[in-house]
């Protein structure tokens, strides 16, 4: 096991924990050694603070990791949702072949967040699009398959498949995509949406729709909009000073 080495650790050595998306981290990875990534600006309005990094143009211009669309371009400005780390003690240590070393503790958390757009919204779906692509592979046999298989009457999967059909009507379910697209769809037309009229909208099964809309969406158990779905943040290019408030509440 490594030693820890505290030798030069400054008690006071604070440093940020801050959570970035995949597709920004695949951006800094395009950077040369010494090249720049971007940079931060902290700010103040009406009496609060605001954090917000920029990518460097050079990065921005790059184009979006393993997309196909070359106009297509990560955004460049990301404001920081800050969190507090009170009662959590969190710190920071890098790693050698030969030693772990402290380098501080974690002063403040933050979250980093792209400003809203329709080509943020272009790039979100096509990642999503690739996540759920069924991952193939081929595998080669050693030797013929000599197994004789007999003929069932009716498969365990077929029995539960006309089982299901009967308690959830004639609704047969889409591919994931086309579920995923016909939502975004319907919350561009309204930021709110009960299970009842998502069920109408896309046709769907409840227990499969509750599965896809867990990706995208948040479930409001409380409030003005009680027992109705909303897009997560991420996911949205629209925000009310209503949701301001409720994020800021929330964050408090």
């Not at 969190?83 to 710190?91: E, I, L, P, R, Y």
């Not at 599965?211 to 779905?229: D, F, L, P, Q, V």
Request: glycine residues 6%.
């Amino acid at each position: 096991m490594s030693e820890v080495n505290l030798n030069g650790v400054k008690q006071n050595k604070g440093v940020w924990l801050v959570k970035i998306p995949k597709y920004l981290s695949q951006q800094w990875e395009k950077a040369t050694e010494k090249g720049e990534v971007g940079t931060i600006t902290i700010g103040k309005k009406q009496g609060k603070t605001e954090v917000r990094f920029s990518l460097s143009e050079e990065l921005t211009a790059r184009g979006a990791t393993g997309e196909s669309d070359a106009s297509l371009q990560v955004p460049r400005h990301h404001p920081l949702t800050m969190h507090t780390v009170k009662g959590q003690t969190m710190a920071v240590f890098s790693q050698t072949e030969s030693e772990i070393s402290l380098e501080g503790m974690v002063v403040h958390r933050a979250e980093c967040r792209a400003v809203a757009s329709d080509n943020y919204m272009k790039l979100k779906k096509l990642q999503i699009q690739e996540s759920i692509k069924p991952q193939r592979f081929s595998q080669q046999l050693e030797k013929a398959v000599t197994h004789v298989f007999k003929p069932v009457a009716n498969h365990s999967f077929n029995v539960a498949y006309q089982k299901k059909k009967k308690t959830e009507g004639k609704m047969v379910r889409a591919e994931r995509q086309v579920v995923l697209d016909m939502l975004f769809s319907a919350f561009e037309k309204h930021h709110y949406y009960n299970i009842k009229d998502l069920v109408e909208i896309t046709k769907q099964p409840v227990t499969y729709l509750k599965e896809i809309i867990r990706e995208i969406g948040t479930y409001n158990s409380k409030g003005k909009h009680k027992n109705t779905w909303k897009l997560k943040r991420e996911y949205r290019n629209y925000e009310s000073e209503e949701e301001k408030d409720e994020e800021e509440m929330q964050t408090v």
